[in-house]
């Protein structure tokens, strides 16, 4: 029996994903979680609303540390730079859970409801660094676009991060940012074998 609300949640959330992977989430229920986790559904039920919030745990933390990254950055710092300090931050709560990270993409990957939760919590992750943007003085249709395309960046680094385990999620975000300058750069090469300017 776990003995501190703390470690019940982390069983909790492991337990899920665990069965999640075994049976699918569908067929999965509260109870068996539970179970698995050694603990009774009200347990459950005190840490998490539902079956699909116990693999989105870590939500509120993200928030908490990329707004305050964005809001503590440098004053002369253009926006997505800022974001760019902001998920380097955010990145370390991956990287310390990657055992932990890459099978939960994977179930959210193939599961509907859950995507469907995926998609919720981003688009409230963006609305949350688009409104710290503002407070830095970025107009509201500039905040909003940097926000979007920031949070698509950070996704698509996450997701090279975990196909090759190799690089570090930091070295993935790197990337992903110095890729989204070439595209946006007044004379873009987008042949990555060569230096050379590709012909026209």
Partial sequence: ???????????????????????????????????????NERTFFRHFPDKREVLFDGEAGLRATLTQAVTEAPDDLQPLDVLLGAFRK?????????????????????????????????????????????????????????AKTGWAVFHQAVQAWIDDPSQTLDAQLLQAFADLHTLSAPTTNLNPESRAPIAP
């Fill in 1 to 39: 029996m776990p003995r501190s609300g703390a470690e019940a949640r982390r069983r909790l959330q492991q337990a899920a994903l665990d069965l999640y992977r075994e049976h699918g989430f569908d067929q999965t229920t509260t109870a068996e979680i539970a179970a698995r986790a050694g603990v």
């Fill in 90 to 146: 955010a990145e370390r709560i991956l990287e310390d859970n990657r055992s932990f990270a890459e099978p939960r993409m994977q179930v959210i990957a193939e599961t509907p409801a859950l995507r469907e939760r995926d998609l919720a919590k981003s688009a409230a992750l963006t609305d949350a660094v688009a409104d710290a943007l503002r407070q830095r003085g970025v107009a509201d249709r500039l905040a909003v676009l940097a």
